[in-house]
T-cell receptor, first 115, second 114 residues
C-alpha cells in the first residue's frame, strides 16, 4: 500500500542509452513532481505536473522528458544518458501545487548510475 | 545561491537529550516551511510543517519554531531517541520561487547515541 512508488529502485546503464523511470501515486493527489538529488546532496525540483499539465519545468536538459498519462502517474524518460545524470531521482506528489498546505510526499528514490 | 540553508552538516546528541536543528532562509516570500526526515536508501518522509502565520507548531516530540524577522526556523526533538538518527531536511514553499517548488536545504545528519 505504498503511497508513492517508483521503479526501478536501482539502475546502472551505459552512456548514450535511453532509460525510463516510472512513478505512481495512490494518494488521490492532483500534483506530481520529479526531484533530483545530486552528488552534493541537494534536492532540486525538475518538473511538476498538476492534473496532467506541466506547471514547472526547471532548467533541465531537454533530454529529460516527463510524461503524465493520468493524474496518478508521472514517468521520466531520459535520452542519451550522460555521466552527469548519475543521481537519485525522487518522484513525489501533493494535494495542491503551491503555498500553505503544500506537503509533498516522496517515493523511495531511483538510484541511477551512468557508466 | 541557496535560498534555504542548513549550516550544520551533522549533529550528535545523547539519547534522552534535546536535538536542535537549525535552518535559515533568504526569501521573504516563503510562507510555508517543512521538515523532512530521510533514512539511507529511502525517500524523504514528511515530519512537521509550519505556516508563516504561526511561530510554533508541535507534534509529539517534535516542535518547529519560526522566527520570521530573523528568517530562521528550528526543529526541536525532545527527548531524542536512537531511531531519530537520520538526515533532516528543511524545506520552504511559497510564491517567491516557482509555484509548487519546494526549496530544500542541504540537510543535517543527526546521530543520537544510546
Amino acid at each position: 500500500d505504498t503511497a508513492v512508488s517508483q521503479t526501478p529502485k536501482y539502475l546502472v546503464t551505459q552512456m548514450g542509452n535511453d532509460k525510463s523511470i516510472k512513478c505512481e501515486q495512490n494518494l488521490g493527489h492532483d500534483t506530481m513532481y520529479w526531484y533530483k538529488q545530486d552528488s552534493k546532496k541537494f534536492l532540486k525540483i525538475m518538473f511538476s505536473y498538476n492534473n496532467k499539465e506541466l506547471i514547472i519545468n526547471e532548467t533541465v536538459p531537454n533530454r529529460f522528458s516527463p510524461k503524465s498519462p493520468d493524474k496518478a502517474h508521472l514517468n521520466l524518460h531520459i535520452n542519451s544518458l550522460e555521466l552527469g545524470d548519475s543521481a537519485v531521482y525522487f518522484c513525489a506528489s501533493s494535494q495542491i501545487p503551491t503555498g500553505v498546505g503544500n506537503t509533498i510526499y516522496f517515493g523511495e528514490g531511483s538510484w541511477l548510475t551512468v557508466v | 545561491d541557496q535560498q534555504v540553508k542548513q549550516n550544520s552538516p551533522s549533529l550528535s546528541v545523547q539519547e534522552g537529550r534535546i536535538s536542535i536543528l537549525n535552518c535559515d532562509y533568504t526569501n521573504s516570500m516563503f510562507d510555508y516551511f517543512l521538515w523532512y526526515k530521510k533514512y539511507p536508501a529511502e525517500g524523504p518522509t514528511f515530519l512537521i510543517s509550519i505556516s508563516s502565520i504561526k511561530d510554533k507548531n508541535e507534534d509529539g516530540r517534535f516542535t518547529v519554531f519560526l522566527n520570521k524577522s530573523a528568517k530562521h526556523l528550528s526543529l526541536h526533538i525532545v527527548p531524542s531517541q536512537p531511531g531519530d538518527s537520520a538526515v533532516y531536511f528543511c524545506a520552504a514553499s511559497g510564491y517567491g520561487g516557482s509555484q509548487g517548488n519546494l526549496i530544500f536545504g542541504k540537510g543535517t545528519k543527526l546521530s543520537v547515541k544510546p
